[in-house]
Every structure is written in C-alpha cells, then in structure tokens.
C-alpha cells in the first residue's frame, strides 16, 4: 500500500475488543505537593525519536490493520483535503499520500522531524503549533486526524485542540482520535509504579493524564459519534505484536523518558534500567495489557 507499507503481519489474534471503563485505581500520589519539573523531555523533538515515531505508526496499523477507522475511503480515492495535526515524522501521511494520490495531504507540528524534501508532490508539511490554532480557515479538510503519541496537554488545552480540529473540518467530513490509554487494561504494580512516575512529570506541571476521557467528552456530544478500542497484552503473552509493544514500550520508558523519571525519583540509570527488568518479567505473569481507542465522528 504504496510508500512506508508495514512490515508487521496484517493480523494477531492476541488483541480482543473490550467494552468498560478506564481503570480507576490508578492514581498519583502526593501530586498536589510536587514542584514544577524542569526537565519533562520535549518529545518527540529531535531526530533520534524519529525511529520512535515510525515504529509507533507501524505498530499501531498493524493493530487495527488500517490506518483509520473513518469511513472516507471513496472520498480519499476522488480526491479529498486530509490534515494530520502534530505528525511527527509524518510516517501517515508518507503512507497514504503514495496511496492516494488525487487527495491532498498536509501535515503541521511545532518540530521539523517531517521530511522536507523528499516526499509525493500531494503532500505539504507546515511548522506550526496546534495551541496557538491551526493556520487554515473553517471548513477547510474532509478529514483532520490527530494520533496521540504522548499526551502532554491541559484540559483546557485539549478543548481548545478539539475545537481547531472541528472548527477547519468541512460539515460531512471526519474528524478522527487515536491513542493508547496507559489508565486501562491489567497492570501489575510494578508497570503501575512506572506509570505512576510517568504522570508526576506532568501533574507536577499541572497536566493531566486523563486525555481520552476529555476528549470523549467534547467528541460524544455530536449524534454522529463512534468508538472503538481493543486490548492488547504486552510481551509473550500478545505473540508477535505483543513483542512490538514491549520494544515499544520500553524504548519509551527507558530510552526516551527515563532519564527525566530517574531525576524525578532521585535515583540512577541503572537503578531504572533494573527496574524495568523486573518490569517486563511482570509483562508475563500478570498479563499486562493496555488499551488501544480510536474516536471518529462526522461534523453535521
């Protein structure tokens, strides 16, 4: 499927759909009482999380075994207006401008990991960044997608998002929301307590961690409104796409984030790093898992 096609098999049978809520036990303690933290990572920010980013895109279509859910197929095949807010290295857009090539494509993010040269003549990516509002009028897009690949934002910051994205889409067109959700699915205290360092970087810095739920909130509103997730178990026990996900998850933890949690928590590398191991042995006997979503909805 033209430039950037997968090279993870289409199918797993270790991802099942779920139907319930977010898990409520988790939670971070003594949050109202840490200070600002100076050193929250800017990710994705340089070139070394490129790799990261790639392979996030893959990993994630090799889930769904599509790269969106919205039912815009026909509309992409005539020739329709796509814009994927916060690209990244803009692996989506490579993929399916090469496939659609009588659609438009541009994607926008406040860091230049996104190729500028080499890339299909259907294709444009623009420095901007999605809280000072998106460069292009109303009704603008057939479909505006959004990948969260680390949630990093306000509440009132991801209204804000949530409105641009509404707001530049055309009435009959899709708005689209994908993410994993670290607050669903079965965790084991070990991954629980690395989440939990994970939320103080930024409950210390007054963002919340709860961005699917916020989002969901805003999205839902509209009668047009559709949701799916599926749950994924990480290691051995997912077979090979439980496999990804570990490498995923721990270039993530240790390799892109683990320095600012090792500061946090006063302790070393190392010490983090043996942490972890113990981490991904509990992978494997409790079963650990997360969720996967994806929300759409057509603006009326």
């Excluded at 494509?105 to 998106?134: M, Q, R, V, Y």
């Amino acid at each position: 499927m033209g430039a950037g096609q997968s090279k993870f098999p289409k199918r797993y049978h270790s991802f099942r759909r779920k139907k319930r809520s977010s898990n409520e036990n988790i939670t971070v303690q003594n949050s109202s009482k840490q200070e600002p933290v100076s050193s929250i990572p800017k990710f994705p920010s340089v070139n070394e999380h490129i790799d990261y980013l790639h392979q996030h895109h893959f990993l994630v279509k090799s889930i769904w075994s599509t790269n969106f859910s919205s039912p815009i197929e026909d509309t992409l095949k005539d020739g329709a207006k796509v814009l994927d807010v916060r690209c990244g290295a803009g692996t989506f857009l490579l993929e399916l401008s090469n496939e659609y090539s009588l659609s438009e494509f541009t994607g926008i993010d406040k860091t230049k990991l996104f190729p500028s040269l080499i890339k299909p003549s259907n294709l444009n990516f623009i420095h901007a960044n999605i809280l000072e509002g998106l460069p292009f009028q109303q009704n603008h897009f057939d479909f505006v997608y959004l990948n969260i690949v680390e949630p990093r934002h306000t509440k009132d910051q991801w209204a804000f998002i949530m409105s641009e994205l509404i707001r530049v889409a055309k009435p009959g067109g899709y708005i689209e929301v994908q993410g994993f959700d670290s607050f669903a699915g079965t965790i084991g205290p070990k991954f629980l307590k690395f989440i939990q360092r994970f939320a103080m970087l930024f409950s210390a810095n007054g963002v919340g961690m709860g961005s699917r739920h916020h989002i969901k909130s805003i999205l839902s509103t509209n009668s047009y409104f559709y949701s799916d997730q599926k749950e994924i178990y990480i290691g051995k026990n997912g077979g090979e796409s439980g496999i990804l996900l570990e490498d995923h998850t721990t270039m993530f933890f240790v390799d892109i984030i683990g320095e600012a949690i090792a500061e946090l928590n006063n302790i070393t590398m190392d010490e983090l790093k043996r942490d972890w191991k113990e981490v991904q042995k509990e992978f494997e006997e409790v079963k650990t898992s997360l969720e996967i979503f994806r929300m759409w909805v057509m603006k009326s």
